[in-house]
C-alpha cells in the first residue's frame, strides 16, 4: 500500500470529479493506493515509467503515477510485486528501446533519480538508512548480523557460507560416512591432460603485426579490437540518433561518439570531488588552486556533450515483454561475441565474481550484496580472465530476483545453476584442453565432470559451507590425515558418469587444503613453498620446505587474476566513479569501458611493450589512460568543416578522407593512421 500527491495522479479528472478528493490541494496525499503493476505512460508528451494503482474508493478504475512519486508504506511479500498486471508496453516507432521504468521509492530510498538525467549522482548516501554502516566498515563488513539485515530488507544477498543448490545433500547423504560410492585412496601417478597431449597455446589477439610492424600499432585500433567497432557504430550510435531526432538533435556520428569516450576518459584523469563537470567547460582562466585544469571547449561544447548524455542508448532491438534489463543486454552479448572472436586465452584461466559499484538499490536491477568483496554493493558478474595475460574475456551479470519469468531459460538449466553458469562462462574453452581455475564457490563435482566432458579441465578449491560439497568425504579425510607430516598429500580417486576426479589433500600445519579435480597427479613437482612445522601454541619457527602439485601450484599462481583485474579497474579516479550517474545503463556501460581499458593496458604489455623491450612507456594505467583519451579524441574518424574545392566551399569531410588529399602514395608503417605529407 501506499499514499501518493494528488498533483501527480492520472486521469487527474477522476479524482478531481471525486466528493472526497475534489476539495484537496494538489500537494496533499492520498492513501490507501494499491500497486498492482507497473507500465510506460505518456505524461506530458513523454515515455515515463509508472506503477499502475487501484483504490477501492474507485471501484475498478485504474489509476497510475510516475515511480518516484509511490511512497510505499506497506509492503507485501517481494514474491507478489507486480504478480497481478503485467502488460505489454507500447512501442515507439521513434524509440523502441526506452526504457521500461524503474521501481518504485520507498522510505528508504534517499536518491530518488529519473531515467537520463545525471544532476543527482549515485552515492552511499542512496543506500538506506539501516545499510551506511555496513558500507562504512568496508571489507570489514559482511559478518551474518550485516547479512541478516540486508536479507530482512528483502534484497538478494551472495553469502560466501551459503552451499551451492547442487551440494545441498538429501537426508540419506548427511548420514553417510567414510568414502562415497566409486571413491578409493590411491596414490594417482599420472596427469590425464598430460596423457592426453593437451597443447599449453600462448594468448593470441587477431590481426596483431609481428616484428617490428608492432611499434606501428595505435591506441585507437586496440580500443576498437576490444571494445569492438560493431558494437558502438551499428548498435549504440545507431540508438542513440533515434533518441536524438526524435528530441530534435542533431545526429551522433561515430567519430563524435569516439570523441565523447575519450572527453570521458580524460576527466578521469583527475581526482574526483576536485571539480564540477561544468568546470571543464568554463570560460574563466585555468586556476592553481580551483577549478578544472584543463579546458575542453575546443573538442565538444558542453551543451553537445550534455545532449549525448541525456540521449544515450543501448540496444536496437523492440522490447516484447516488461525486462529491466532489455536495454543493455544487447550490449552485454556483443562484447562478449566481440572479445571472444578477437582474443585467445591462453592455457589456464581464472573465473570469479566482479563488482558493478551502485548504491541505490530502486534503480538497479539485480543489485545485490555480496559481503566479501572490497564494494559489497552494486552488480555482481561472473568473469573470466586469461591467467597469462590477465584480459578479461567474458561476463556474465547476476539478474537474481529481477530475472524476467518470460525469458526463455538457459540450455543448461536443467542440470543446476551452478552447473549452468559454468558451461556458458567457459563455452569459449570447449575442446581446448585449457585449464580453468576455481574458487570455492564454483565446487561442485557434476560442473567439473560436465566441463571435463567438453574438453575443458577444472580444479576448484574445496570449503565446508555448512555441508561438504557433494561428493567429498570431507570428514574421513580429516580422520586420515590428522597425524601426516606437515606437507604430505594424499588422494581420492572418483568416478562420475565414467569420467575419473580426483581429491588432492595438502596437510597443512593447522588444516587440511582440498581440491577437487579433473587433471594432475599426485607427484610434487610444482614450486617450493615454505610452512612452519612448530605445533601450534608452542613458540619458535621451524621452517619446513615441500612442493605443491601440479594443481595446487596452479591455483595459488592464477588465483587472484581476477581480482587483480578489478583492483585496476577500481583505482581511483576510475572511469565508474567519474562518470557520476543516475540512469544505470551509463553505468553497465561505463563498466564496458573499463574493463576495455584495463584489458588494453594488459595487453600493450604482453603482446607489445614487453616483446620490443620498449622502456618509454606508460607505468601506470593512469597515465596509459591519457595516452587512450587523446587518441580517441583526436581519432581520425571525426568529421571536419574544411575547403574541399580550394575555392572556399565548405563541407563536411572526415579526418580520414581529409588525409588522402594533396597526399602522394608512399609507404607508410602497417596501420599507422596517417601518411606524410608531401610540400
Avoid at 50 to 58: A, G, M, P, Q
Avoid at 600 to 628: C, E, V
Wanted: charged share 25%; aromatic share 12%.
Amino acid at each position: 500500500m501506499c499514499s501518493v500527491q494528488k498533483r501527480v495522479l492520472h486521469p487527474s479528472k477522476k479524482i478531481s470529479e471525486h466528493e472526497e478528493y475534489k476539495l484537496l490541494q494538489p500537494s496533499d496525499k492520498i492513501p490507501g493506493w494499491k500497486i498492482i503493476g507497473r507500465d510506460t505512460k505518456k505524461i506530458k508528451g513523454k515515455d515515463v515509467g509508472c506503477v499502475i494503482l487501484r483504490n477501492e474508493l474507485f471501484r475498478e478504475d485504474l489509476f497510475y503515477c510516475a515511480s518516484q512519486f509511490a511512497v510505499v508504506d506497506v509492503e507485501g511479500p517481494s514474491e507478489h510485486f507486480f504478480a497481478v498486471v503485467r502488460r505489454k508496453r507500447k512501442q515507439n516507432p521513434s524509440n523502441q528501446s526506452a526504457a521500461t521504468g524503474t521501481q518504485v521509492s520507498t522510505p528508504n530510498n534517499a536518491a530518488r533519480s529519473r531515467e537520463g538525467t545525471e544532476t543527482t549522482p549515485d552515492s552511499a548516501a542512496a543506500l538506506p538508512s539501516d545499510l551506511r554502516s555496513i558500507h562504512a566498515r568496508g571489507i570489514e563488513s559482511g559478518d551474518a548480523e550485516d547479512i541478516a539485515r540486508v536479507r530482512a530488507l528483502g534484497f538478494d544477498v551472495d553469502d560466501d557460507n551459503e552451499p551451492a543448490p547442487e551440494n545441498v545433500p538429501t537426508q540419506e547423504e548427511t548420514t553417510q560416512a567414510g568414502l562415497k560410492d566409486n571413491q578409493q585412496w590411491g596414490t594417482h601417478p599420472f596427469d590425464p591432460r598430460k596423457a592426453s597431449n593437451a597443447p599449453n597455446p600462448l594468448p593470441s589477439l587477431e590481426g596483431l603485426p609481428t616484428g617490428e610492424r608492432l611499434k606501428s600499432v595505435s591506441l585507437l585500433w586496440m580500443f576498437e579490437k576490444f571494445m569492438g567497432r560493431w558494437l558502438l557504430e551499428s548498435v549504440i550510435v545507431p540508438a542513440t540518433n533515434r533518441k536524438l531526432a526524435s528530441n530534435h538533435f542533431v545526429e551522433l556520428s561515430y567519430g563524435e561518439f569516439l570523441v565523447f569516450i575519450g572527453i570521458w576518459f580524460l576527466m578521469a584523469t583527475q581526482k574526483v570531488g576536485g571539480c564540477s563537470r561544468r568546470d571543464y567547460w568554463s570560460e574563466e582562466p585555468i586556476s592553481h588552486w580551483n577549478g578544472a585544469p584543463f579546458r575542453l571547449n575546443s573538442y565538444m561544447s558542453r551543451n553537445r556533450f550534455e545532449q549525448i548524455i541525456s540521449n544515450l542508448k543501448y540496444t536496437v532491438k523492440p522490447q516484447s515483454y516488461i525486462d529491466r534489463f532489455h536495454e543493455i543486454r544487447q550490449i552485454i552479448s556483443c562484447w562478449n561475441e566481440n572479445i571472444q572472436s578477437v582474443f585467445q586465452s591462453g592455457w589456464v584461466t581464472c573465473l570469479d565474481e566482479s563488482m558493478s559499484i551502485w548504491f541505490n538499490r530502486w534503480t538497479c536491477p539485480g543489485w545485490m550484496f555480496v559481503p566479501r568483496k572490497p564494494h559489497p554493493f552494486g552488480n555482481e558478474y561472473h568473469t573470466i580472465c586469461c591467467g597469462i595475460t590477465g584480459i578479461m574475456f567474458g561476463i556474465d551479470l547476476v539478474e537474481g530476483k529481477d530475472r524476467p519469468t518470460e525469458r526463455p531459460l538457459d540450455e543448461n538449466a536443467n542440470l543446476g545453476s551452478t552447473v549452468s553458469l559454468l558451461l556458458r562462462m567457459c563455452k569459449p574453452l570447449y575442446s581446448s584442453g585449457k585449464v580453468v581455475v576455481l574458487d570455492s564457490g564454483f565446487c561442485v563435482l557434476k560442473g567439473i565432470i560436465k566441463l571435463a566432458e567438453c574438453g575443458v579441465y577444472a580444479a576448484a578449491q574445496i570449503k565446508k559451507r555448512r555441508y561438504w560439497p557433494a561428493f567429498v568425504p570431507g570428514e574421513a579425510i580429516k580422520e586420515k590425515m590428522q597425524n601426516d607430516a606437515v606437507g604430505t598429500m594424499q588422494c581420492v580417486r572418483g568416478t562420475l558418469n565414467s569420467t575419473p576426479y580426483f581429491i588432492f589433500n595438502l596437510k597443512e600445519p593447522d588444516y587440511i587444503s582440498s581440491m577437487m579435480s579433473t587433471y594432475g597427479s599426485i607427484f610434487q613437482t610444482g614450486r617450493y613453498t615454505t610452512r612452519n612445522d612448530t605445533p601450534r601454541g608452542t613458540a619458535g619457527f621451524r621452517a619446513f620446505r615441500f612442493k605443491y602439485n601440479d594443481v595446487f601450484d596452479n591455483h595459488f599462481l592464477y588465483r587472484h587474476i581476477v581480482d587483480d583485474h578489478n583492483h585496476l579497474r577500481h583505482l581511483i579516479p576510475s572511469i565508474e566513479q567519474t562518470w557520476s550517474t543516475c540512469h544505470w545503463p551509463n553505468r553497465v556501460f561505463a563498466f564496458l569501458l573499463a574493463i576495455t581499458e584495463v584489458n588494453m593496458f594488459k595487453a600493450m604489455k604482453y603482446f607489445i611493450w614487453t616483446p620490443l623491450g620498449m622502456l618509454d612507456t606508460p607505468k601506470d594505467l593512469h597515465t596509459f589512460r591519457k595516452y587512450l583519451a587523446f587518441e580517441l579524441i583526436n581519432n581520425l574518424y571525426v568529421e571536419e568543416s574544411i575547403d574541399v574545392a580550394g575555392e572556399g566551399e565548405t563541407r563536411r569531410k572526415s579526418r580520414r578522407l581529409v588525409s588522402k588529399k594533396d597526399h602522394c602514395l608512399e609507404t607508410a608503417p602497417f596501420m599507422y593512421m596517417s601518411l606524410v605529407h608531401v610540400l
